[in-house]
């Protein structure tokens, strides 16, 4: 009876706690559905009770470009990211180069580094490139935090995989890129998952990069054409939330698919048999 009890005072306090941090998202829905002549209502409205849908009419006239710039940017730091971390991983895991642990104290490093550090140093380098206010350059720039991340993932999970499975392939008469690409990356799928989320979503949501980096580029970031509902002397907020909403959805909707794998691949190599 006490068990029983204990699991229902537990699931109140669980779904007590997932409302507070989920009422964030539930504002931000009614924002975007209230009216401009309601927004400064005392005390606001807690529901719609006159929802417009002129926040996402703006968003599908003037934000489709960002967010098309933000799609491009999101899966060319995930296809950059795979390029340098998938092997980077495997030779870390597998085939032990002096110097494999000096590397991945540098990768853990380079994790505690501020973005707007980083960002600062980048500005003068892109600067003498001329990457800057290019949507390249942004990829370059998200991939320096994805990849490192993206190294110590592969790098656990390859970790588990069976030697004798790789030396298998080698006797097949498989290469190293051989084993790497046909045997390694195949059996590898919750970290590819896992990478590939991590580094698409780092890339969707930036914006200390793209403030920095891109500001006054042709192809900016929804991040950045949100500002085009904020001036000084008049705020949309409707609009603003509806951006932020519609934002939202892709990342919502790769979470809700991939949380299986990212469970999976986040937890590799932390039980070691």
Known sequence: MKSRTGKRRYTVIGLLLTAVMLFPV????????????????????LLPLHPTFEGYRAVLDDQMPYLGTSLLIGLG?????LLLAAPAGY???????????????????????P????????????????????WWGLIVADSTIAVPFGVMIFTAFMSGIPGELIAASRIDGAGTFR?????????????????SLFSFLWAWSDFVFANTLDSGG???????????????NNQEWNAIMATAVVASV?????????????????TAGAVKD
């Open 218 to 232: 042709d192809l900016r970031p929804i991040t950045l054409g949100i500002y085009k509902y904020i001036g000084n």
């Open 250 to 266: 892709p990342a919502a909707v790769l979470l809700v698919l991939a949380q299986r794998y990212v469970a999976a691949g986040v």
């Open 77 to 81: 730091t995930v296809a950059l990211t």
């Open 179 to 195: 084993t790497f690409w046909s045997v390694v990356l195949p059996v590898s799928r919750n970290a590819l998952v896992t990478v």
């Open 26 to 45: 539930y504002w931000m829905i009614n924002v975007s559905l209230t009216p401009q002549q309601d927004m400064r209502k005392d005390p606001p409205d």
């Open 115 to 134: 973005g707007i550090v980083m960002a600062m140093g980048f500005y003068g380098i892109f600067l003498d490139l001329g990457l800057l206010n290019s």
């Open 91 to 113: 030779a870390l895991a597998k085939l032990r180069p002096f110097g494999g642990g000096a590397l991945g104290l540098a990768l853990l490093v380079a994790q505690m580094i």
